[in-house]
């Protein structure tokens, strides 16, 4: 079963680079622009676009290809066109499971099993012997 997620959006990664970075959030939605769009640009002219301990960015080209109309279920052909690809990198990909490994840890709190002093028999305990 998927475990459900909240959708982050634009809006809250220029809120979280807000807070952490003290611009306003108006000029952290102009920076994040301009490193999507720089993005975009280099990927337009190298096709390649990688960033240390992040990820690779690279750009697809795909060929024109047979396909359906989920509609009226027609043969139609699909032109040819770009896809961008992501690919994570090892050090961000440890990272973050390391993270979700801690904060798994912190929301199971294991407590410790306390086992009783001594079993009850139903008989009284013997208080010594008597002369």
């Known amino acids: 079963m998927a475990k459900a997620t909240r959708v982050v959006c634009r809006d809250d990664l220029v809120s979280t680079v807000a807070q952490s970075t ?12 301009a490193v999507l769009e ?13 960033l240390a301990n992040f990820g690779v960015f690279s750009l697809k080209e795909t ?8 509609k009226t279920q027609e043969p139609i ?9 992501f690919k994570v990198s090892k050090v961000w990909k440890d ?4 993270r979700r490994r801690e904060q798994a ?19 009284p305990a013997a208080k010594g012997k008597k002369r």
């Open 63 to 70: 060929k024109e290809r047979a396909g359906i109309n989920p």
């Open 38 to 50: 720089g993005i975009l640009l280099l990927l337009e002219q190298a096709a390649y676009v990688r």
């Open 95 to 98: 990272e973050m499971l390391a």
């Open 105 to 123: 840890k912190e929301k199971v709190k294991v407590t410790p099993k306390v086992k009783p002093a001594g079993k009850p028999t139903g008989k």
């Open 77 to 85: 052909t699909v032109p040819a066109g770009c896809r961008i690809g």
């Open 22 to 33: 003290d611009l306003t959030k108006e000029n952290a939605r102009k920076a994040i622009h």
